[in-house]
């Protein structure tokens, strides 16, 4: 999320349906020094400016085998990382509709829309938040030619798609939770009070007849504070657990089954502005909830606030399945009138440790050790930084992931950064590699997988 208000539709040229481009050269064979703010033990290895036909802001990103794909609120951005000191665009796609959070599933990716557009497909030319017949919600393509993705279908859902998360299910069929929220009566497609999610099942025969089954209300009591909807949720498979982050509370879910998830917990934190995103630990006792205070959009990383808004939030998940605080965590490199505020990470796969790597906007890329989830504490970090040279482009960085062997940021402004950490103590984490990593839904891991 980059303002917690829902933005009016930013008006577009024509666009063709669908627009698959190749770059025949990767953004730069020779990564150019950069000057940065940063720790000795990470290693900027490589950056992709944004391609011009997708060039509006970046958002999250989704991988499998050897790509990397990177969402944007103009689209998306295939890229391969087979080589990753020097990564090159195989596609893109332009297909706008705000937010663009992407999750993959095979040949199958799915696009989040949350700025109404006159109609489902790519070229459908923005229109009013006002008008009733906008369309929003999730679109689907299939990806199994790279260099040329093909728009499948869309399918509508309330208050359209913020962010998603994928749901594996059977042999036959998956789902995605679809998050959102209203925020205000104004918007004729999505009146509070909007306290639910909406959950596409879509048949792995025949994707184009994907569909919304169910909009469970998550908290039909109204809770101890107005919540309007979830913003981010992240679930554990293996474990049958979900966390949501749901505007004024943090949840778990069983999701044993899939179609019919289960609110089981629920806490509330006074410091908590707006819970944004959560991740367990890969023995799932303990889950990091975030806080985007000033919606993405303010310098939260400051003397002033302090470090206990804006910043992480530690809970320890009890054998009784309630979560129990355990401490705070916020970047101490003071920001000043930089927009800085804990958004988009994921875990650093070493086995039996707690690391952690995260996104602060302009505060740049963090590393943390959490293994004491009482005291948590940074251990490296990259940030580009125009305090240091004026000719440098400010890091803005929506998401941070680990990523078989390097972390991959999504930069608002300056494309894709790739970057290397050489701290001894996350070394085992090469030895782990995914085929497929879709960051708000967990996978388990080992050494070698």
């Known amino acids: 999320m980059r303002t917690l208000a829902r933005r009016a539709a930013v008006p577009f040229a024509a666009l063709a349906l669908l627009v698959g481009l190749t770059s025949p050269t990767s953004a730069y064979a020779d990564t150019p020094p950069v000057d940065e703010v940063s720790s000795d033990n ?11 036909a997708v060039s509006n802001t970046n958002s999250d990103l989704a991988f499998t085998g050897d790509y990397a794909i990177g969402g944007n609120y103009d689209g998306f951005v295939i890229y391969d990382i087979s080589e990753p000191e020097d990564p090159r665009i195989v596609s893109e796609v332009v297909c706008p509709g705000g937010q663009g959070d992407v999750s993959v599933s095979g040949d199958l990716l799915y696009f989040a829309v949350d700025y109404p557009r006159a109609g489902e497909d790519c070229g459908a030319p923005a229109v009013p938040t006002t008008d009733p017949n906008g369309f929003e919600g999730v679109r689907i393509f299939d990806i199994s030619d790279k260099s040329a993705p093909e728009y499948v279908s869309a399918v509508a859902t309330d208050c359209g798609s913020h962010t998603l998360t994928l749901v594996p299910g059977d042999d036959e069929r998956e789902y995605v939770y679809v998050s959102s929220y209203s925020p205000s009566a104004s918007f004729p497609n999505c009146q509070p009070p909007h306290d639910k999610i909406s959950i596409i099942e879509v048949p792995l025969e025949d994707p184009a007849s994907a569909e919304v089954v169910d909009a469970p209300v998550l908290f039909p009591d109204g809770g101890h504070r107005t919540t309007t909807g979830c913003h981010d949720i992240t679930v554990y498979p293996a474990k049958d657990l979900a966390a949501g982050a749901c505007m004024g509370d943090g949840i778990l879910m069983d999701i044993s089954d899939p179609a019919a998830p289960v609110v089981t917990e629920v806490v509330q934190d006074t410091n908590f502005a707006f819970w944004h995103s959560a991740t367990f630990t890969n023995d799932a006792s303990t889950v990091i909830f975030t806080d985007e205070l000033g919606g993405g959009g303010a310098p939260t990383c400051t003397e002033e606030i302090g470090p206990e808004r804006g910043a992480n939030a530690i809970y320890k998940l009890e054998r009784d399945g309630s979560l129990t605080f355990q401490s705070y965590f916020k970047i101490d490199r003071h920001q000043g009138d930089q927009v800085c505020v804990a958004h988009n990470g994921s875990l650093i796969p070493v086995p039996g440790q707690n690391f ?40 803005d960085t929506w998401s941070a992931y680990y990523y078989n062997g390097h972390v991959y940021s999504s930069d608002i402004d ?36």
């Open 356 to 395: 952690f790597v995260q996104s602060w906007y302009q505060g740049g890329v963090s590393v943390i050790d959490f293994n004491d989830p009482t005291n948590p504490r940074e251990i490296g970090y990259f940030d580009a930084d125009s305090r240091v040279d004026g000719e440098v482009q400010d890091n």
């Open 42 to 52: 990470v290693e900027l290895v490589a950056n992709v400016p944004k391609p011009e």
């Open 414 to 449: 300056r494309g894709l950064d790739v970057l290397k950490l050489t701290e001894p103590r996350l070394r085992p984490a090469e030895r782990v590699t995914y085929d497929e990593f879709n960051p708000q839904t967990q996978p388990v891991y080992r050494p070698g997988r």
